[in-house]
């Protein structure tokens, strides 16, 4: 446990932290299972247009380093691809 008076600061803010992250990290997932529900739906435009929104979530969460940049990037490109592969 932490004994002196800094590493029980430390300790509070790693809490905080750790909840904030988690929330973050959340909200990329959900961003990340909309798009694929919308391109199980079948819509491609409803599709394109939830994948826009989440693009810009996924590039918020990778610059605050949640997640790696690249790791964002190949979402993106997965889930791009997705979208462009979708019956017209």
Not at 7 to 22: F, L, M
Not at 43 to 72: E, L
Request: hydrophobic share 45%; proline share 0%.
């Amino acid at each position: 446990m932490a004994n002196s008076a800094q590493a029980r600061k430390r300790a509070r803010q790693a809490v905080k932290s750790r909840a904030h992250n988690a929330s973050l990290r959340s909200r990329l997932r959900t961003a990340i299972k909309a798009v694929r529900k919308a391109i199980v739906g079948g819509d491609k435009a409803a599709a394109q247009s939830v994948f826009r929104t989440s693009m810009s979530t996924i590039d918020t969460i990778a610059d605050k380093k949640i997640i790696h940049k690249n790791k964002a990037a190949r979402h993106k490109s997965r889930l791009s691809a997705a979208v462009k592969s979708m019956a017209a």
